[in-house]
């Protein structure tokens, strides 16, 4: 071998190398089929080539690159779609399909070296004539190489056109077909575990949404929740991602951070799955295996049947002694009063954001009214559970209810924590556990402050709580208006229970509407009066972002 072809071997091999270095770094699959071909271009010095995927038993036209025509389908190209059409690699009376070049190659899982197509007698290049007829073009020597896996089986070929020379298109020799065999070996193991990479991750990612879905499904009330908050979250992780923000002026995210957190959203409430249904379905505070309330009205009409009683009775004693007929103002009034006050109860059953004092007030004199059942025993019109449970100042559970539902956040991170999760994961736990804590470190389950919570974890505790807010599923309480959401957002970060600058950077970067416009009813995207929304003054940010 001469000096110069020495060096030039050298040269390649180096170059393979570092193509197969490259080539197992890649972690887009386009990119790296892209790739693959244009470094057996490269390589081999082809004006053109295919890339093709096996299909079933087809194959299917992936990349497509030709530089004297300047054809680049497929990868950072254009897409291939429907230019071409599938290869079978059998015939309509399953015969192998021997004629076609590409589909021997595959079948036989060999390398094919063509010296001219014109003058090759042993393949069908009737297509390829056709081509080039159409295109001008002039199609002759071509390299055909499978792609095998690490189990032998063909994943895909490749195709090299028209070895170049100067402007003289010539034959691939024996070590252009030894370096593209190289390559296609190296291409197909990086191609096999980039395939496994994104198969697993489509597992993972879809038993994670199973998980969520599994969550939502234990609840018609609360069914979107594991849905909507991954949106919300992102939605304000991409808003704030190198924004400059005050406050935020140093946060990014990479592709890998971004799915980090995306997985964290999605499993914010994987603890539910251990809540008990009867909790998590508590649609009204005197709910439990049904809605109490009904009892309660049942007491109600004995009252309102025991004063019309009394009136007929009042009224029958009249006639009987031929008197006048009482006045029965009074029992009419008392009658209207239960009426109101049932009325009433009903309300205070469904839950709400806030119970007046005036109004537990109200509760507690109620219980203090009395009936008498069919056997003649008197019993308080309202129960002490009753009672407390319509007392409940805040949505429809008890305090300890509420503490059982609060122990999700429990399960939570103790099931996360049980995970083996890879680097690229390892801070899920911590931002799927921190949605409940609070700036003051008054939340739960850790009682973590601002300073000792992420940015990403005080960012899905803003997404939570907005959430929850608009959700229109929520039996006990109307669709909430985003001027309504936004104002309470505001009281809880002046209660240092939201971080006030995520909140500013929510408000000013229009986040909250593009939630809306996505997940909210029309009904619910009034207009914003930011001058009135509490809480922006607490933020670094100014009023130059509104």
């Known amino acids: 071998m001469s000096e110069l072809a020495s060096s030039i071997s050298t040269d390649r091999i180096r170059r393979l190398n570092a193509i197969g270095i490259a080539l197992s770094a890649q972690k887009d699959q386009n990119q790296l089929l892209e790739m693959i071909l244009s470094s057996a271009r490269e390589l081999t010095q082809a004006d053109a080539g295919t890339l093709y995927r096996l299909e079933g038993q087809a194959l299917r036209f992936t990349m497509v690159q030709n530089d004297t025509l300047n054809i680049h389908l497929g990868g950072s190209g254009a897409p291939v779609g429907d230019h071409f059409p599938l290869i079978p690699l059998y015939l309509e009376d399953q015969q192998p399909n021997q004629r076609m070049i590409v589909a021997f190659s595959v079948l036989h899982k060999k390398t094919v070296r063509i010296e001219d197509a014109y003058h090759e007698a042993g393949f069908d290049f009737s297509g390829t004539r056709a081509f080039d007829q159409k295109s001008g ?114 946060f990014t995210l990479s592709d890998e951070d971004y ?89 205070a059953n469904t839950g709400g954001e806030f119970m007046a004092d005036d109004h537990l007030a109200r509760i507690q004199s109620l219980r203090q009214h009395q009936w008498v059942d069919f056997q003649g025993q008197t019993h308080s019109l309202l129960s002490e559970d009753e009672a407390m449970n319509l007392s409940i100042r805040r949505g429809t559970l008890n305090s300890e209810e509420r503490q059982i539902m609060e122990g999700h956040m429990v399960h939570t991170l103790a099931m996360l924590k049980q995970l083996p999760f890879p680097k690229h994961l390892q801070r899920v736990p911590e931002y799927a556990g921190g949605h409940h804590e609070r700036m003051d470190g008054r939340g739960y389950p850790l009682g973590l402050t601002r300073e000792q919570m992420s940015i990403p974890a005080r960012m899905m505790g803003i997404a939570d709580v907005f959430e929850a ?35 500013a950077l929510f408000v000013y970067k229009k986040v909250y509407l593009d939630y809306a416009k996505k997940h909210l009813r029309p009904e619910q995207l009034d207009e914003i009066d930011l001058g009135s929304l509490p809480g922006l003054a607490l933020a670094c940010a100014d009023q130059t972002h509104q």
């Open 469 to 503: 807010l608009t959700a229109h599923e929520r039996p006990y309480k109307k669709p909430m208006p985003l001027s309504q959401a936004l104002t309470i957002m505001g009281r809880m970060v002046e209660d240092r229970h939201l971080d006030p600058d995520l909140f």
């Open 259 to 347: 799915y980090e957190l995306k997985t964290a959203a999605w499993l914010h409430d994987c603890g539910k799955v251990i809540t008990p249904h009867h909790i998590m379905e508590k649609s009204t505070k005197l709910e439990t295996l049904y809605d109490r309330i009904e009892a309660v009205a049942d007491r109600f009409e004995i009252l309102k049947r025991d004063l019309e009683i009394q009136q007929l009775q009042a009224e029958l004693a009249a006639l009987r002694a031929g008197q006048t007929p009482p006045d029965h103002t009074a029992e009419q009034q008392a009658i209207h009063q239960l009426e109101q006050d049932l009325l009433f109860l009903r309300q």
């Open 137 to 250: 073009y002039r199609s002759q020597s071509f390299l055909t190489v499978p792609l095998l896996n690490h189990e032998g089986e063909v994943i895909a070929a490749l195709q090299l056109l028209n070895k170049k020379s100067g402007q003289h298109t010539i034959s691939f020799d024996e070590t252009d077909q030894e370096i593209a065999e190289s390559l296609a070996s190296q291409a197909a193991i990086a191609l096999t575990n980039r395939c496994l990479i994104d198969e697993l991750r489509h597992l993972f990612d879809s038993f994670v949404q199973v998980i969520a879905s599994a969550i939502d499904s234990k609840s018609p009330h609360t069914g979107a929740h594991c849905r909507r908050v991954p949106d919300a979250t992102l939605m304000l992780a991409q808003a704030a991602d190198g924004a400059g923000f005050p406050g935020l002026e140093d």
